[in-house]
Every structure is written in structure tokens, then in C-alpha cells.
Nanobody, 123 residues
Framework: QVQLVESGGGLVQAGGSLRLSCAAS????????MGWFRQAPGKEREFVAA????????YYADSVKGRFTISRDNAKNTVYLQMNSLKPEDTAVYYC????????????????WGQGTQVTVSS
């Protein structure tokens, strides 16, 4: 069992930056692939970024590629999402998730989810 707690969301102007953190409980964090997803009001949850258990492989949605960076620190049981050049369309609740089935873009492969953190980008 893994518990995930996101932090770092907030209100930022377009062009600004935020860094989200996701702290995981449990001693097996390093064995999980991790992902970030987001959900805007009235829209489906969408993939943002993912990282393999070792951190050696990363994946990004086209909409954030070149602006967002996912990373992890297994010693701290934490995964990060650095978000730069933020746009109003990045406004959403951001969720981190852990997968025992490997890294991927589909929400269905993730076993554990955090409660989410709100990111609002003003124009």
C-alpha cells in the first residue's frame, strides 16, 4: 500500500513556474513507476508526465513537452513536476500516481493516487 500526498500547487501568472511535489509513504517507493495527471473542470483526466522506477526513462504529453520536467528522488520517496512557461490552459487539479505495472500514459495502469493539488494560471 502506498499513500501519495501532493503539494506545491497555487496561483501563478502566465509564463511563471511552479514545482509540484508528491511524497509517498512506504518502503517500496523505488519499485514504482510514477506519473502525473491533470483534470480540468468538465474534462477527462489526462496524462502529463511519467517516470520509470529508476528515473532513467521519462515520458511527456505533447502539450507540456519542453516546459515540464518530471524527476524523482528515491531516497526521499518523492517525485517532482517542475512546470515552466505556464499557460492558462495548464489550469487543472494535478494528481500523482504510482504504478506497479510499469510506466505508461493510461490512468488504468496506476494503482495508487493522491488527492490532487490545484494549479491555476492566470492570463
Amino acid at each position: 500500500q502506498v499513500q501519495l500526498v501532493e503539494s506545491g500547487g497555487g496561483l501563478v501568472q502566465a509564463g511563471g513556474s511552479l514545482r509540484l511535489s508528491c511524497a509517498a509513504s512506504g518502503r517500496t517507493f523505488s519499485s514504482y513507476a510514477m506519473g502525473w495527471f491533470r483534470q480540468a473542470p468538465g474534462k477527462e483526466r489526462e496524462f502529463v508526465a511519467a517516470i520509470s522506477w529508476s528515473g532513467g526513462s521519462t515520458y511527456y504529453a505533447d502539450s507540456v513537452k519542453g516546459r515540464f520536467t518530471i524527476s524523482r528522488d528515491n531516497a526521499k520517496n518523492t517525485v517532482y513536476l517542475q512546470m515552466n512557461s505556464l499557460k492558462p490552459e495548464d489550469t487543472a487539479v494535478y494528481y500523482c500516481a504510482a504504478s506497479t505495472k510499469g510506466v505508461g500514459v493510461r490512468p488504468s495502469i496506476y494503482d495508487y493516487w493522491g488527492q490532487g493539488t490545484q494549479v491555476t494560471v492566470s492570463s
